[in-house]
């Protein structure tokens, strides 16, 4: 069974950083990519940044030159350090993992809150 378990949510000021780290378990045929996404209230999910199996990295518009999203080597491990925060990046962040096969697994989400 897999599992995504997101951790290092929490309250920030804003200007301020803090690293998510999303923990996979079980293994995933066909899988093409792991990263983050999050959903604001009243708003739709998005994607914030994934990077692929080869180690290909793609990020929204948003949190290009602040936000970096790293894995360890065994691929297990995806996090995001998220510098120079905006209260706008107030979200539910979730972990996501995307096959070639059109499934995706997510995980339970990690509240960030950026205070101004």
């Known amino acids: 069974q897999v599992q995504l378990v997101e951790s290092g949510g929490g309250l920030v000021q804003a200007g301020g950083s803090l690293r998510l780290s999303c923990a996979r378990s079980?293994?995933?045929?066909?899988?093409?990519?792991m990263g983050w996404y999050r959903q604001a209230p009243g708003k739709q999910r998005e994607l914030v940044a994934n990077?692929?199996?080869?180690?290909?990295?793609n990020y929204a518009d948003s949190v290009k030159g602040r936000f970096t999203i790293s894995r360890d080597k065994s691929g297990n491990t995806v996090n995001l350090q998220m510098n120079s925060l905006k209260p706008e990046d107030t979200a539910v962040y979730y972990c996501?993992?995307?096959?070639?096969?059109?499934?995706?697994?997510w995980g339970k989400g990690t509240l960030v809150t950026v205070s101004s």
């Open positions: 996501n993992a995307q096959t070639f096969f059109a499934k995706d697994y």
């Open positions: 990077i692929t199996t080869d180690g290909s990295t």
């Open positions: 079980g293994s995933i045929f066909g899988i093409n990519a």
